[in-house]
């Protein structure tokens, strides 16, 4: 497919989704999409609503750090309104997403790295970032934005780290953002509707981990933590096996592959 604009009639033409990409908003520039999907999902969104821009003047990380995404990179975010139960999966169905459009899009052997992160050759090229309201037993509502370094030069910029790459760096030609758009959008829809069927979707994350069995350091606000990355609970936290023989569940952090 030939380089195309991004319109939403471009992105849902022929689709096959029935839920992911009912509605799709472009923005050739925004804030952050994730704040957008908030707003949108706040007025009452159509399931499966999307939220694409051009780029971000705003994007954001976790813990209030950076996302940036200029033109050439890719910015969405999905807004959803799952059970409660499934609030974990979601960075399962993301990255699991992310990892095979690249594989079949831009054919690329792509990576997952404990809890959001997509790399190639061991250097980050997507960030997913999961936020969500919830009230009782409901999610009022949850958002599952991906940043992908597509068709950029990462050394342009210096707010991103000399651990990061992108495809167009990868691959040495560009990638067609439109297909790989349109590739996200089906395979969250297959994985995210795949999840009241069993653990497959966890699974098959938990295997493609590249993480487990590392020796790792986990970062945890002002805490580090050392050992083994010995395996991930169906609710996606690390099991962290240390020196002393224990075994300590950690929800969130930042992993450094220590060799
Ligand atoms: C992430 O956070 O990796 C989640 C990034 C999610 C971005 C998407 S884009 C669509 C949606 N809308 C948003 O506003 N956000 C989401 P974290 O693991 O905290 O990593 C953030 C760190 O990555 C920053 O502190 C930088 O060091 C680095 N960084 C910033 N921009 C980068 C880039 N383009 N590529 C690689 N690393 C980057």
């Not at 960075?91 to 990892?99: K, N, R, T």
């Not at 990638?175 to 395979?187: G, K, S």
Request: with cysteine.
């Amino acid at each position: 497919m030939k380089k195309s604009s991004l319109s939403p009639t471009a992105i849902t033409d022929n689709l096959g989704t029935r839920l992911i990409g009912q509605r799709v908003i472009y923005y050739p520039s925004l804030t952050s999409t994730n704040d957008v999907a908030k707003q949108k999902a706040q007025q009452g969104a159509v399931e499966g609503t999307i939220i694409v821009a051009g780029e971000q003047t705003a994007g954001r990380g976790r813990m209030k750090r950076g996302w940036l995404s200029p033109r050439g990179s890719i910015a969405l975010s999905v807004i959803l309104y799952p059970e409660l139960a499934y609030l974990p999966s979601l960075i399962m169905v993301a990255s699991l997403g992310v990892a095979h459009c690249l594989e079949k899009v831009a054919g690329l052997k792509p990576q997952i790295k404990w809890p959001n992160d997509v790399l190639i050759s061991e250097k980050k090229v997507c960030g997913i970032l999961i936020e969500s309201e919830v009230k009782g037993k409901r999610a009022d509502y949850a958002i599952i934005g991906i940043g992908i370094n597509a068709n950029i030069k990462p050394s342009d910029f210096p707010e991103i780290p000399p651990t990061a790459t992108s495809l167009s760096h990868e691959l040495g030609r560009d990638t067609p953002q439109l297909d790989m758009i349109r590739c996200l959008l089906a395979e969250i829809e297959r994985l995210y509707l795949a999840l009241p069927s069993g653990d497959a979707v966890y699974q098959e994350w938990r295997d493609n981990l590249v993480t487990l069995g590392k020796k790792v350091q986990v970062r945890t606000g002002e805490t580090t933590q050392e050992g083994i990355a010995e395996s991930v609970a169906s609710d996606g936290s690390l099991l962290l096996r240390q020196s002393d023989g224990s075994l300590t569940k950690i929800v969130a952090g930042d992993v450094t592959l220590r060799g």
